[in-house]
């Protein structure tokens, strides 16, 4: 097999086969943390953040010392892309010193931008359009604690809230890849943009899911596996929160609604949550969340996601799974 450059920019970047290949590698990272260190001596990871982030540092960090690397993690502060060194010169110095470019940053073109000028792999650590990696993390909570990644396809999963932000457009796109029925909930205003729900549609017609949009929460969640909720205010657009704060109450996750889903739904929540906004303490903090095993999950999905596209670009069978 001859190498191959790949990028994870928006989770239909990956297709149904490779998605599986890259949750059962998240799945052996679960059980044993340290069975692949496909870096194997100092090579860096830069991990570019132009937004705060705690999981999404934290795993990409130890995420990639486990691996054997070494993360270069830069702030928007502390760089010079921060005061507007273009992205295609960053992407030439960076491709020179690393094996991997992760970042955290505004629109989805910039990603774009990086990934055209980079010879590396480039990993959308959220945009605001995506946020891929967390879907990998999401998913394979479900895969751990539903049945393993086999379980995935055909199950049925809700988002409620903001369903404009970066996790609706990620839950659609990355569930209908998995073959998921995919329910989104949101106020008018708050619904995603037609091209992406178009491209969920086409990618779940070949896998065997399916897609909902809905402005009607309990149709969303009835008789799901798992409920998805996120904040009503995502990064950079603090100034609306006076403004958002009414549209979503009725897509509030609370006990009535999680009492429509199946009676073993699970809950989860990228995290960070406002609790008594976007979910009530009863639900997060209550039997059905999964939020922490969620979180621990960035982890092995994002070694896992490292691994395969070195794995790729280097033609290395043994990466892949
Ligand atoms: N879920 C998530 O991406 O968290 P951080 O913003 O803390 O990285
Ligand atoms: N939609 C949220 C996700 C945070 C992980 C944001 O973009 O702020």
């Given at each position: 097999m001859t190498g191959q450059l790949r990028h994870m920019l928006r989770d239909d970047d990956i297709s149904h086969d490779e998605q599986r290949e890259v949750l059962e590698l998240g799945m052996r990272f679960r059980k044993d943390r340290f069975y692949h260190r496909p870096f194997d001596?100092?090579?860096?990871v830069a991990v570019l953040f132009d937004k705060p982030s705690t999981r999404t540092r934290s795993s990409f960090s130890v995420g990639v010392a486990e691996l054997g690397g070494y993360p270069l993690v830069?702030?928007?502060?502390?760089?010079q892309l921060g005061r507007g060194e273009p992205v295609a010169?960053?992407?030439?110095?960076?491709?020179?010193?690393?094996?991997?470019?992760?970042?955290?940053?505004?629109?989805?073109e910039r990603v774009e931008e990086m990934a055209k000028y980079a010879t590396v792999p480039v990993v959308n650590a959220l945009t605001d359009?995506?946020?891929?990696?967390?879907?990998?993390?999401d998913f394979l909570t479900l895969a751990q604690l539903r049945g393993g990644v086999d379980a995935l396809e055909g199950m049925s999963i809700a988002y409620l809230g903001d369903a404009a932000n970066n996790m609706a457009n990620s839950y659609l796109l990355g569930g209908a890849t998995a073959g998921m029925h995919v329910r989104i909930s949101g106020p008018n205003g708050y619904l995603p943009d037609a091209r992406i729900v178009a491209d969920a549609e086409r990618i779940a017609a070949t896998?065997?899911?399916?897609?909902?949009?809905?402005?009607?929460?309990?149709?969303?969640?009835?008789?799901?596996?798992?409920v998805f909720t996120d904040t009503w205010v995502s990064m950079g657009e603090e100034s609306e929160y006076?403004?958002?704060?009414?549209?979503f109450r009725a897509y509030q996750v609370n006990d009535e609604l999680m009492a429509l889903a199946k009676?073993?739904?699970?809950?989860?929540?990228?995290?960070?949550?406002?609790?008594?906004?976007?979910?009530?303490?009863?639900v997060i903090d209550g039997p059905q969340t999964a939020v922490w095993d969620e979180a621990e999950n960035r982890l092995h999905a994002q070694k896992a996601l490292l691994t395969w596209l070195i794995g790729k670009q280097r033609g290395d069978e043994s990466l892949l799974s």
């Open positions: 001596g100092p090579q860096a830069i702030d928007k502060a502390g760089s010169d960053t992407a030439r110095v960076l491709t020179r010193m690393t094996s991997a470019i992760v970042w955290r940053t505004f629109g989805q359009q995506f946020h891929p990696c967390q879907v990998l993390a896998t065997g899911g399916s897609v909902l949009v809905t402005t009607d929460p309990a149709e969303a969640v009835s008789g799901v596996d798992c006076a403004i958002r704060s009414k549209p009676p073993n739904a699970l809950f989860q929540h990228c995290l960070p949550a406002y609790r008594g906004k976007e979910v009530t303490t009863s």
